[in-house]
Structures are given as C-alpha cells and as structure tokens.
C-alpha cells in the first residue's frame, strides 16, 4: 500500500518527524547560537521535519523570553525554510503564555508548541480559558496543544480539546501521558480535525497504530534517519520492518530517559561529537553510568 493510498487523518501539519531541540550552551552559560544554528541544519539533514525550539527538552524553564527570541530566530535563520519552526510559548501564566504566542507570531515561526499549564493544577473550565486566550492572540498561528501529565501535575480531557476546535488555529496535539488511549480518545470525539502527535519516542509506532500523524521526539537528535525510516514503513504499509525498526530503537528510548531529560540526550549528542553543554540547574550532567549505557546503545544502534 502506498502513502497516498491511506486515510486522510495522516495529513501531518507539522510533518511526521519534529525534534524538540535542546539548547546548546557555551562553556559560561550563554545560550551558544552559532551551535544551535549548526544543530538545527543537522537535524533537518538528518531526517527531521521540523523543530520544536524552546520546549522542554530546550529547557524553557531555565532560559530568559529575550534568550527564547533569540535563539528562535538564529535557528530559522540557519533553516531557511527547509523545516517547520515550532516555538515553545506555553506557561502557568495565561498573560505570558498570551504574550509569548504573540511573538512567536510575530517572529514567523509555522507553530506554538502550548503546554498545560503547570503546577497552579486548573479545572478543565480553566484549561479550556487558557488555550481560548493564546488561540485568540495569535488567531494565524497554527498551535499545538502540549499535555504531559507527568510534568504538570494536571491532564488536558479529550473533551475539552474538543470543545477548543472551534479555534480554527487549534490544528495538533502532542499526546506525552504515556498511554496510547489518549490518541484513541482524541480520535472518538475529535477525528481528522486534530492531528495527533506522540510525545514519547517508546510509544511512537504503538500510537501510529491507533492514530498519531508523527512525533515530537527526543530521539531524533541522534537516530532521526531511523525514526523517520520506521514512520515511513509504516505509512507505506510495511508493517514488518516499521516493527523492526522500532524494536531496534527502544534501547536508545530508554537510555535516553534513564535520567530526567535533557540531562541524557546532551550527553548522547556530546558522545557524538555536538558538545552542547551541559544542562542549566537545577539539571546536572549526565552522570558516568548513564554516559557508559548511552555510549554502548550508541554503538549497537544500525544505519537505516
């Protein structure tokens, strides 16, 4: 079966493959742009559709809006075009969540990345209030809605991402709760109007099964090629080596979060030869025994 032969709910806004990029930083701290600027044409070189700047796995929580907007725009610029931008402007504060959407249209990404608000825990009337305002202050700009439990402490319904497709720019939706009845609760209430991304690179192919358009992944800073070979696959009706391939990545899947991420994907990227710094605290760097497993899964994963 051919790609154009299968159902239209595999139209994917943002492509199949998005990276949510880490930040590199120079040895003082700094934000280093001119690195950021050669990952980004790497990753897009190496099987990545689009990029996710300033996400978590970017460490937004650390970094200034002025050192956001920045980076933002040092990574489309060494883009050019070639991938879809995807600004990080999500926050527990609806007015700098407003703010920040604001100028990421402003900058001329393709998207916001917008996560549940965290920690302040809000009732889905409050959820849904949240994303009606950033989706009102950028009506042009295609958002993500971002829900990842396990970070926030609150979960996004599927009923109340319904109730949000009445904002036209309310266009996907990164599904990071770990279980793929999320993507089959999206897809019951909000069908083809939603395009479903995995959040978890684990559970990437599980979630094609039942749905997902793509993934924002981690993974794909090292194994793009193969992430997007094992999408591919699938959507080429190659169900036996789309399986194959995804049981080839699932080591690398878990090395990558035997630590709380970023700390293992920068020391993946500095065992290849990106030496993006190390995390701002309160993150550390990878410790020794995750450094040794990530370099051995490294060394036992294939070229596609």
Request: one cysteine or more.
């Given at each position: 079966?051919?790609?154009?032969?299968?159902?239209?709910?595999?139209?994917?806004?943002?492509?199949?493959?998005?990276?949510?990029?880490?930040?590199?930083?120079?040895?003082?701290?700094?934000?280093?742009?001119?690195?950021?600027?050669?990952?980004?044409?790497?990753?897009?070189?190496?099987?990545?559709?689009?990029?996710?700047?300033?996400?978590?796995?970017?460490?937004?929580?650390?970094?200034?809006?002025?050192?956001?907007?920045?980076?933002?725009?040092?990574?489309?610029?060494?883009?050019?075009?070639?991938?879809?931008?995807?600004?990080?402007?999500?926050?527990?504060?609806?007015?700098?969540?407003?703010?920040?959407?604001?100028?990421?249209?402003?900058?001329?990404?393709?998207?916001?990345?917008?996560?549940?608000?965290?920690?302040?825990?809000?009732?889905?009337?409050?959820?849904?209030?949240?994303?009606?305002?950033?989706?009102?202050?950028?009506?042009?700009?295609?958002?993500?809605?971002?829900?990842?439990?396990?970070?926030?402490?609150?979960?996004?319904?599927?009923?109340?991402?319904?109730?949000?497709?009445?904002?036209?720019?309310?266009?996907?939706?990164?599904?990071?709760?770990?279980?793929?009845?999320?993507?089959?609760?999206?897809?019951?209430?909000?069908?083809?109007?939603?395009?479903?991304?995995?959040?978890?690179?684990?559970?990437?192919?599980?979630?094609?099964?039942?749905?997902?358009?793509?993934?924002?992944?981690?993974?794909?800073?090292?194994?793009?090629?193969?992430?997007?070979?094992?999408?591919?696959?699938?959507?080429?009706?190659?169900?036996?080596?789309?399986?194959?391939?995804?049981?080839?990545?699932?080591?690398?899947?878990?090395?990558?979060?035997?630590?709380?991420?970023?700390?293992p994907v920068k020391a993946a990227l500095d065992l290849c030869g990106w030496p993006?710094?190390?995390?701002?605290?309160?993150?550390?760097?990878?410790?020794?025994?995750?450094?040794?497993?990530?370099?051995?899964?490294?060394?036992?994963?294939?070229?596609?």
């Open positions: 079966m051919s790609s154009a032969a299968l159902q239209p709910w595999l139209n994917a806004p943002f492509g199949r493959v998005v990276t949510a990029m880490v930040t590199p930083f120079a040895p003082n701290g700094a934000v280093d742009h001119v690195l950021a600027g050669r990952l980004a044409d790497h990753l897009v070189s190496h099987g990545s559709d689009g990029l996710v700047i300033c996400g978590t796995t970017g460490e937004s929580p650390t970094l200034s809006w002025a050192e956001q907007h920045r980076l933002i725009a040092a990574v489309q610029e060494a883009v050019a075009g070639r991938a879809r931008i995807i600004a990080g402007s999500g926050s527990n504060c609806t007015a700098e969540a407003v703010e920040a959407t604001r100028e990421a249209a402003s900058l001329g990404v393709d998207g916001a990345l917008v996560v549940v608000p965290y920690y302040n825990k809000p009732p889905q009337e409050g959820l849904e209030a949240h994303f009606r305002a950033v989706a009102a202050a950028a009506p042009a700009l295609p958002l993500m809605l971002y829900n990842i439990p396990g970070r926030t402490g609150c979960s996004l319904a599927p009923e109340t991402t319904a109730r949000l497709l009445d904002c036209p720019n309310v266009v996907a939706y990164k599904a990071a709760s770990g279980t793929t009845e999320e993507v089959s609760a999206l897809r019951a209430l909000c069908g083809d109007r939603l395009a479903v991304y995995s959040g978890d690179d684990a559970l990437t192919l599980p979630m094609l099964a039942v749905g997902a358009v793509g993934v924002v992944s981690v993974a794909s800073h090292v194994a793009g090629p193969q992430i997007s070979a094992m999408i591919r696959a699938f959507l080429d009706g190659d169900p036996a080596r789309a399986l194959a391939l995804h049981e080839q990545l699932l080591p690398l899947c878990r090395a990558l979060f035997a630590s709380t991420n970023p700390i993006v710094g190390a995390p701002r605290l309160p993150l550390l760097s990878a410790s020794d025994a995750v450094r040794q497993r990530l370099s051995e899964t490294l060394a036992a994963l294939r070229p596609t």
